[in-house]
């Protein structure tokens, strides 16, 4: 049975059981009072015990869990405070990811893997516009059209929209505003970079799910100081991952340990004007991957940011120090206390707004998985480097990583982009030859007959990309109807059930 985890320090030592560990938790506290280091302290003893970690750096200050610290005067007092004597500092074994590939391996999905639920919130989508692009997707997977990236998504929804009728029988109508809505989302998307999270090759769940030689699990660090400025796409990539693991892990109840534990930095951005079929499949998915072996840990600043179907679900808890200035950051703080299981030797709402730096009241799961008493204690420091690392530090870590050069070169296979071009193209070519058989009857009957009008032809290189589709005929919907192809099948959040690749 893997030891506990030694987090703080009060009247009494404060562990947290790995069994326990998959039973999700939540880090909470105002801007500056040591969230941030309670998320590295957790995250290294989770790798010590061969546990992956992955988690965001949304601060830029993440990456010094890769080296050794020391050196630092604060932890030493900490240390002193604790009375803790020759701790070994020690960086761990970390990956780093950024879905822009400049501060780690590129970090991609594809459009079908994402699923509509996922991208209807990433382009801000209505109700109307979502049911239109579900629609689009329907008529993809049925037909085992793969859509990889942004152009494969483009020429699907011309391709339905142009041939609508041809479909509203077996799937509903189509509005030819919102196929134009969805167009323009895609085009903002494009200009602000979103178009990097999508294409080949995808983030495989494998290589998330590493240790390294000594048995000591990766931590795996998404670069996202740049991607929080698109905090859609931030919560929208986490979501998928989240989806992923679910979808593909298979079940394993209660272990010693974690198979996967999971940090949602900023969590609140994920609950703000999101949609409530969204919020309950969140909610789903959090209570059912613990199955799964995955631990989920919300961080963000105020405990009420998270929905209470949800926030009931996470037994592991630091509470760091709130601000109550106003009447409404005192209600906020009266929430947060009662929270908590209560400790009759501790005024956890006024403890609250009195905790220093690196001070927290901690409330862990107890061996029948019961919430133990809060209690005020002090966080442990952790022993790698507080901070980031430099640039060249940076560069030699994702260069010397197991996974340097497989995700750097995008691959561009054939997919609905190119399947549904060769198929106007043969669309073109057949309504030529049977405009050119037409002609060649009339005169052998001696018939003066017009010059046919086929089909106008112009080249590829005075097509625009999205118009590879404009010589569609309606034939080609029925075409792509008897396709014979492999219909995918998607799971709670949308994201492709089982094993794709």
């Not at 790995?18 to 880090?27: K, V």
């Not at 990236?149 to 699907?156: V, W």
């Not at 072996?293 to 709130?322: K, M, S, W």
Request: net charge negative; charged share 25%.
């Amino acid at each position: 049975m893997a030891d506990p985890i030694l987090v703080a320090k009060g009247e009494r030592e404060i562990h947290l059981l790995p069994r326990m560990a998959n039973r999700h938790g939540l880090i909470a506290g105002a801007t500056g009072t040591g969230k941030t280091v309670t998320l590295q302290v957790l995250a290294e003893a989770f790798s010590d015990l061969g546990v992956p970690v992955f988690m965001a750096d949304v601060k830029g200050d993440l990456s010094g869990i890769s080296s050794a610290g020391g050196g630092n005067p604060r932890v030493d007092e900490r240390l002193a405070t604790l009375g803790i004597a020759g701790r070994e500092f020690r960086g761990c074994p970390t990956v780093l990811w950024d879905v822009f590939g400049e501060g780690g391996h590129p970090a991609r999905t594809t459009i079908s893997e994402m699923g509509p639920l996922l991208l209807a919130r990433l382009l801000n989508l209505n109700d109307t516009q979502s049911g239109v692009l579900t629609l689009v997707f329907r008529v993809a997977d049925d037909h085992g059209m793969l859509l990889l990236d942004l152009k494969d998504l483009r020429a699907m929804l011309q391709f339905v929209g142009d041939n609508a009728a041809q479909f509203k029988t077996q799937y509903g109508n189509v509005s030819a505003a919102s196929i134009g809505a969805i167009q323009r989302g895609l085009l903002a998307l494009e200009e602000a970079g979103g178009d990097r999270l999508f294409g080949e090759p995808s983030v495989d769940l494998d290589d998330l799910l590493q240790t390294d030689a000594g048995g000591r699990g990766m931590i795996n660090i998404l670069v996202a100081d740049k991607l929080l400025h698109n905090p859609q796409t931030y919560t929208t990539l986490l979501l998928w991952l989240l989806s992923e693991l679910f979808e593909q892990l298979p079940e394993v109840g209660d272990q010693d340990k974690p198979r996967l534990v999971f940090f949602f930095d900023e969590a609140h951005l994920l609950f703000d004007d999101a949609p409530k079929p969204l919020l309950d499949r969140v909610e789903q998915v959090t209570r059912l991957i613990r199955s799964k072996g995955v631990g989920v840990y919300f961080v963000t600043q105020n405990p009420l940011d998270v929905p209470d179907e949800i926030l009931g679900q996470l037994g592991n808890r630091v509470q760091h120090a709130l601000r109550a200035f106003t009447p409404r950051d005192q209600k906020a703080v009266k929430a947060a206390a009662e929270t908590f299981r209560t400790n009759p030797k501790l005024d956890v709402e006024e403890a609250i707004t009195q905790l220093a730096v690196g001070e927290a009241l901690v409330s862990m799961l107890d061996d029948k998985g019961a919430p133990g008493v809060v209690e005020r204690a002090l966080i442990l420091p952790p022993r790698s480097q507080i901070g980031p690392i430099t640039g060249e530090q940076r560069k030699a870590l994702i260069a010397s990583s197991v996974l340097a050069g497989h995700y750097e070169a995008a691959v561009d296979r054939d997919s609905a982009y190119e399947m549904l071009k060769v198929r106007a193209e043969r669309v073109e070519a057949e309504a030529a030859r049977e405009a050119a058989e037409e002609a060649q009857l009339a005169t052998a009957r001696g018939e003066v007959a017009r010059a046919p009008r086929g089909p106008r032809r112009t080249t590829a290189k005075k097509r625009e990309p999205g118009s590879v589709l404009d010589a569609f005929a309606k034939s080609t919907a029925r075409a792509v109807g008897s396709q014979a192809g492999r219909s995918l099948t998607r799971g709670i959040l949308g994201s492709l059930f089982g094993r794709r690749r």
